[in-house]
C-alpha cells in the first residue's frame, strides 16, 4: 500500500494558508461585531508563529514593517477621501485600524509561505491583487466590516483598490524576497 507523504515545506505552506484564513475571518467578524481584541489575538498568534518558524526575524521584522506601512498608508488614504469607513476603527477614524494593520501584517506572512510560488511573477501577482484586493475588501464590507457611503463611491473605492493591490503585489512580492 503506497503512502502519501507530504514534506514539511508543504505543511508549512497549507498552515500558513489556514492560519491566514482564520486571522482573516478573525478581523473581517471581530471589526463586524465590534471586538478587534480578537482580531489582534488570532493575527497575533499567526505571526507569531511565522515568525518562529523563521530563522532571521530581523529580516522578517523589517519586511513585515513595510508591508504595514504600505498597508497603513493605502486604507488611510482611502479613509481620507471618503471612499470608505471602517468598523471598529480604533485607534482613530481618521486612519486605518488597528485590525486592518493586523490583517496586512498576516498578508505579508503569506507572500513566503503559501503564495511562494508568485515569487519573480510580478506581472502575474499584480493581475491577481487587482482581482483579488478589491474582492477581499468587497467581500469584508458585506461581512459588515466596513461600508462604501453609496454605490457612486463604491465604484470609485473599487477602482482605487484594483490599482493598490496591482501594485501592492509586486511591491510585496520584491520586498519578500530574502536578501
Not at 107 to 132: D, H, N, P, R, V
Request: aromatic residues 16%; hydrophobic residues 60%; charged residues 10%.
Amino acid at each position: 500500500m503506497a503512502t502519501l507523504a507530504i514534506s514539511r515545506d508543504v505543511w508549512r505552506k497549507i498552515w500558513n494558508f489556514v492560519l491566514f484564513q482564520a486571522a482573516w475571518f478573525a478581523c473581517i467578524l471581530g471589526a463586524a461585531n465590534q471586538q478587534i481584541w480578537i482580531a489582534i489575538s488570532v493575527s497575533a498568534v499567526c505571526i507569531g508563529i511565522y515568525l518562529w518558524l523563521h530563522a532571521n526575524a530581523v529580516s522578517e521584522y523589517k519586511f513585515l514593517l513595510k508591508a504595514l506601512i504600505y498597508g497603513l498608508v493605502v486604507d488611510t488614504l482611502l479613509i481620507q477621501l471618503g471612499w470608505i469607513r471602517f468598523e471598529s476603527p480604533w485607534p482613530s477614524v481618521a486612519i486605518s485600524p488597528a485590525w486592518m494593520w493586523a490583517l496586512w501584517l498576516v498578508f505579508a506572512t503569506t507572500l513566503k509561505e503559501s503564495m511562494a510560488w508568485l515569487q519573480g511573477k510580478y506581472a502575474l501577482g499584480a493581475g491577481l491583487g487587482a482581482i483579488a484586493g478589491p474582492l477581499c475588501y468587497e467581500a469584508g464590507v458585506r461581512l459588515g466590516a466596513a461600508q462604501w457611503p453609496n454605490p457612486e463611491i463604491q465604484v470609485f473605492g473599487l477602482v482605487y483598490l484594483a490599482v493598490v493591490w496591482a501594485l501592492a503585489m509586486p511591491i510585496l512580492l520584491y520586498f519578500s524576497h530574502d536578501k
